[in-house]
């Protein structure tokens, strides 16, 4: 049995179609699809966000695959609102809350990936002097790599 992605957006109708082909009835089903595409991203962003805060391993590029798409989800469902001319308030307050969200995920991988930086520094130094024989000291090392 085929396994619908759960991080893939509900089928909406295909963009271009004329405002006027969505009945009043038919728009709070499309700002529902938002709804959905949006709470899809939420959760992907705060697995992401507790996994790094939790400074065990993590799968990065899982969570960058699952966001992109999420995010590809939110552009199309977006365009289609827009495209059929719906609007709403709640709508601008709900994207609010996922750019609160986005930013301290944002924040949490920028510390993440400058501990990431500092520790491969640090290795590469200790690799660097373990390989050295002793023959240049520090101060022909350092001119050695300026020029």
């Known amino acids: 049995m085929l396994q619908r992605n759960p ?9 271009g179609a004329a405002a006027a082909a969505v009945s009043d009835r038919e728009r709070p089903a499309l700002g529902g699809a938002i709804e959905i595409v949006i709470q899809r991203l ?13 400074r065990k391993a993590v799968d990065l590029k899982d969570f960058n695959d699952r966001k992109s798409h999420a995010l590809l989800d939110l552009t199309r469902a977006l365009r289609q609102m827009q495209a059929n001319g719906a609007v709403h308030s709640q709508l601008e307050r709900r994207l609010g809350s ?28 200790a690799i660097r002097e373990q390989d050295s024989d002793g023959t240049y000291g520090p101060g022909v090392r350092m001119a050695y790599k300026t020029s």
């Not at 939420?42 to 939790?54: G, H, I, M, N, P």
């Open 98 to 125: 996922l750019r609160a969200k986005l930013e301290v995920n944002r924040q949490v991988l920028k510390m993440h990936l400058e501990a990431v930086r500092e520790v491969s520094t640090t290795l590469a130094d």
């Open 7 to 15: 991080y893939q957006a509900p089928s909406l109708p295909a963009p």
């Open 42 to 54: 939420e959760e992907v962003v705060d697995q992401e966000t507790a996994a790094l805060k939790s």
